[in-house]
């Protein structure tokens, strides 16, 4: 793959690269057509990361299926598909991690403590391998979006990264490729994370601005939903994922994760 990628720069092409860990859904297809429309050549990764994921986590079980994961990058416009295995990822003797400290800390960080370290080692592996120009992210996974963009910083890679947006469900539901995880009765549940981050956004739209009022009628909404078990709402900055006291427009999120039964879910809306 380094190889290849190489040609691709001396040929003069620029290089788009979607890091994803496969069981692609429509959410990943618009980041390739993303880097489809930014870049020359596109390369799409699917690697089910074990790094990323606890010791209780569903590593195992994780949707995998590279064949139709290769077909629809392909219809979405990649060039290349790169699925390596584990074992070239990390061999044996593998010992070296990278880990955001700051931006990786609350949220996500705080209930999954080693999942960034695995995300932010994966994800510069796969720049020093594909080398890309453009690197695109979903907004779904917003905390994973900062502490990316805060990474490439701090390491001085040369590469743009970009964010697209959260691409949802009729019924409003995130897509992702854990709600493949879902019984029927289920799914009707899990449509209370984006609904009660769009009741919030609408207070947010009608002038309210304390981030104790958004959270305490999320929290309400959520609880009235017999399968979901809330473990965070959070009002943060969308950077630096701090805490936030009141909204402040264009730089503010509204974050949310749950148990469905047994299925974790993530959410968020940027205000
Ligand atoms: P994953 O395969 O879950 O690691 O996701 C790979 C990439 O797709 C990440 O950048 C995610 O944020 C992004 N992604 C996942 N779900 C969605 C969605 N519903 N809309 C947009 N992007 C998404």
Known sequence: MQKLSGTLRAQGKT?????????????????????????????VSVFVN?????????????????DADTAL???????????PPVEEMYPKNYSTYVSEEAVARPLEGASRPTHFRGV?????????????????????????????????EDLNFPVRIVVAPTLREADGLAMSSRNRYLSGAQRAEALALGRALAFAKGMVEKGERRSDRLVAEMTHLLAQYRRVRVIYVA??????????????????????????????LIDNVTL
């Open 15 to 43: 290089i788009g690269l979607v890091p994803t860990m496969g069981a692609l859904h429509d959410g990943h297809l618009s980041l390739v057509r993303r880097a489809r429309a930014e870049t020359d050549a596109v390369i």
């Open 50 to 66: 074990p790094t990323q994921f606890g010791p209780n986590e569903d590593f195992t079980r994780y949707p995998r299926d590279i």
């Open 73 to 83: 990058a392909a219809g979405a416009g990649a060039d290349i598909v790169f699925a």
């Open 120 to 152: 932010t080692t994966v994800v510069a592996k796969l720049f020093n391998i594909t080398r890309p120009d453009v690197a695109v992210f979903g907004q779904k996974d917003a905390q994973q979006v900062a502490v990316v963009a805060k990474m490439t």
């Open 235 to 264: 009002l943060v900055d969308r950077r630096t994922m701090e805490p936030m006291r009141e909204v402040e427009p264009g730089r503010s999120m509204l974050a949310a994760a749950a148990w469905v039964d047994e299925v974790r």
